[in-house]
């Protein structure tokens, strides 16, 4: 079982920054391939961005170059850098795991329990 807590969601402004983490914890977390999804009011859920066990990067085309995922295992925390954010960007993001590698299409294993990003044009 993996357990996972996300943090530093907000309101911010059309252009601001703001780092999500999300903590992991149980046996092997490093092990597993990590992401983040998306959910905005009245849409389904959207993949953002993946990373995987040996720290190579995925991110889906309306964050690319705005986005950049990352984690440091020795602190089992997953990290997403939000830059140039947008009001579409506004949405519930979740941290996701997996032993299998992060998709858009499948859903993964374990899930947070989702942060808020809110941002006014």
């Known amino acids: 079982q993996v357990q996972l807590v996300e943090s530093g969601g907000g309101l911010v402004q059309a252009g601001d920054s703001l780092r999500l983490s999300c903590a992991a914890s149980g046996r092997s977390v490093g092990t597993y391939n990590m992401g983040w999804f998306r959910q905005a009011p009245g849409k389904e859920r959207e993949f953002v961005a993946a990373?995987?066990?040996?720290?190579?990067?995925y991110y889906a085309d309306s964050v690319k170059d705005r986005f950049t995922i990352s984690r440091d295992n020795s602190q089992s925390t997953m990290y997403l850098q939000m830059n140039s954010l947008k009001p579409e960007d506004t949405a519930v993001y979740y941290c996701?795991?997996?032993?299998?590698?992060?998709?858009?299409?499948?859903?993964?294993?374990?899930w947070g329990q989702g942060t808020q990003v809110t941002v006014s044009s």
């Open positions: 990373i995987n066990w040996i720290a190579s990067t």
């Open positions: 996701a795991a997996d032993r299998q590698g992060i998709t858009a299409t499948i859903p993964p294993t374990f």
